[in-house]
Each structure stands twice: as C-alpha cells, then as structure tokens.
C-alpha cells in the first residue's frame, strides 16, 4: 500500500447518500453560496511534511525553510480531485445557467456569452482558429486543456477507489414524490435508487488534518530545487 502520512487519522463510517434527482441538499447548489461552498472543500491547500515523512512518499517534492528546518510540501489527492470537479463545475455554469441568469444571456446571445470590450487593435485582429469555429461558451475556449486534465484526474480517482456499495432498482412514482414538479408527468416506473450506505473515509478528519499541517511559509515556485534538496535529481 502507497504511504501516506494522514493514514493513521483515517476513520471510516457508514454513511448514506443523498442525491436524489430532485430535493438534493442545496448547500452545492445556491447561486448564493455555491462558489464558497464548493471552494471551501478543497481549501486545505499544501501541507508540509517532515523530512523523515517526505522520504517515505513514492515522489520527490519541493521544500521551503521554517526556523532553520525544512517543510516539504505536498498535497492530499482528494482536494486536487474536488478542485477539478470544481472546475467542471464552473465550466459548465455558463452552460446551464447556475446563477446570475447566465441561460438567459447566453440564449439572447445566440448561445455564445459576450466577451468584454476590447481595445480597437485588439478587435481588429485576426480571431483565432479555435474562436473562429468553436461553438462552445467562451469560458470554456481557453481551458479545454485543464478540463481535459481534470476529467482523466477525476476518471482515474473514481475508477482506482471502485465504489463496490449496492446500488438497487425501486418503484417510482413521480406525482407521489415530488408533484408539483417537472418530473409529475412522468409515468411511474423502477428507477435506479443510489441513496444507500455506503463505507467512507471521514472527510472532515483529514481535512482538519491537512489544515493543521499547513506550511508557516511557501516557496518560490519559480526556482529549481537545488542538489541538496529532496528533487528529482538526488532522491528516486
């Protein structure tokens, strides 16, 4: 098993799911809160190690000086996954319109969100290839490759921990459940039912974890490592 130094403060429970299609939790879904809702998951940000720690994890790092000692920093997988599903999220807000009535511009627009207004010489030249015949939202344009890095991160991460809980089939009436709603002119049928137990890590400890262990200071980011340090050079 691939070391980790949060693995002696995993906790599991049994906890089940709550993502119905309708009346889902809103907390993630308030045009008002959403965007700090989601950021607030992933804020943890890097955490610093201790070099005995560092040379136990499978890959070199970077470090930064505290006190005449070294902190080595790295970040906990599970807060790179949630921000790329915060990314995804923000790309496909235009999209669908999540909040500030970004639908309704983009349909007044022709499906395409106004840029703002830029200098002449900057209007005058030449739009690019990809403007030119690219149909999505401009948001999206410019972050195709960071999208697609997240969504590979995101298919790998859900694939390597293969949620083996028990999914069922139930009948579903959708006039008894939610009318009135879009959905009440549904007929009744059985539908997939995900809201079942599932064995998680607790969330909340390890993020408490990785907050408690956040580097006094961050290093240069632009510099290379030096030999001395624990790179890619000097440590396998």
Not at 93 to 111: T, V
Not at 131 to 151: A, E, F, M, T, Y
Not at 153 to 170: E, K, P, T
């Amino acid at each position: 098993m691939t070391y980790s130094p949060v693995q002696s403060e995993i906790e599991y429970f049994v906890k089940t799911f709550d993502h119905n299609l309708v009346n889902s939790p809103v907390e993630f879904q308030d045009p008002d809160t959403v965007d700090h809702a989601w950021a607030s998951l992933y804020d943890a940000g890097a955490t610093a190690l201790s070099i005995d720690e560092a040379h136990r994890i499978p890959n070199a790092t970077i470090s930064s000086d505290h006190g005449g000692s070294k902190e080595y920093l790295v970040q906990l997988g599970v807060f790179h996954q949630l921000h790329c599903l915060d990314v995804m999220r923000q790309a496909l807000e235009p999209l669908y319109g999540l909040k500030n009535d970004s639908l309704a511009r983009l349909q007044a627009n022709g499906g395409t969100r106004q840029r703002k207004q830029l200098p002449k010489r900057q209007r005058e030249s030449k739009p690019s290839r990809e403007s030119q015949h690219d149909p999505r939202p401009w948001k999206l344009i410019g972050n195709v490759k960071h999208l697609n890095h997240c969504l590979n991160a995101l298919r790998q991460a859900i694939m390597c921990h293969s949620d083996v809980s028990v999914l069922v089939w139930q009948w579903f009436d959708p006039v008894e459940e939610y009318a009135p709603d879009p959905f009440d002119e549904l007929r009744p049928f059985n539908v997939p039912y995900t809201n079942v137990p599932h064995t998680c890590r607790n969330f909340d400890k390890i993020s408490e974890w990785a907050k408690a262990r956040r580097p006094a200071t961050l290093p240069d980011f632009t510099q290379r490592p030096q030999g001395s340090d624990l790179n890619i050079e000097s440590w396998p």
